[in-house]
């Protein structure tokens, strides 16, 4: 069996559950929209799926996945494209959510090819990365070997995004006035444990 039909009954077995055992999970969905009370930005790698790793069911949580679980600073432009921040803005305006997670995790291949400095042909990942440069050079400054600095780089960088995430007017408001909590969370890989940065 190859891996799109591995996909294709993996969607057989989410129809039966959802649409065949439990119906109501997504009419409810349907006719009542999405209110999911918090966002998780995590990382594209396929190894930390956040709905898998917190256990949520459809409609709990909002997710933006991207290289390395970064958030870029607030830009007020309309010249570029803003992924991730039109995501973050939809789900803070838009949704209302209540909290916001940095879900960053060990082994992270973007952090790698931060500190790594490799001279790959992308043309988008290097300017991505740059968004946590802050937090290369905090972990470079220390005197630990390469394995720790990979891991102080990873948690440094989702303390990069928390404070990116303070940029953004309409987050700094509700954080202000206690109506939004951010969170930075830590996956470890080989442990499946979550440490709160």
Known sequence: ????????????????KYYVENPETYQNLVING????????????????????????PGDIFVIRNVANLVPPFENDQINCHGTSAAIEY????????????LGHSCCGGIHSLLSEKKEDHAFIGAWLSIAK???????????NSE???HCCEKEAIKVSLNNLMTFPFIAERV????????GWYFNLASGKIEKI
């Open 1 to 16: 069996m190859n891996s799109i039909d591995n996909l294709l009954n993996g969607y057989q077995r989410f129809y039966h």
């Open 34 to 57: 999405q209110s999911p009370h918090t966002l998780v930005i995590a990382c594209s790698d396929s190894r930390v799926d956040p709905s898998i790793i917190l256990n949520t069911q």
């Open 91 to 102: 789900a803070v305006n838009g949704l209302g959510v209540e909290n916001i997670i940095i």
């Open 134 to 144: 802050e937090a290369k050079q905090i972990a470079e400054t220390t005197t630990h």
């Open 148 to 150: 720790e600095r990979h």
């Open 176 to 183: 202000k006035h206690n109506k939004l909590k951010l969170f």
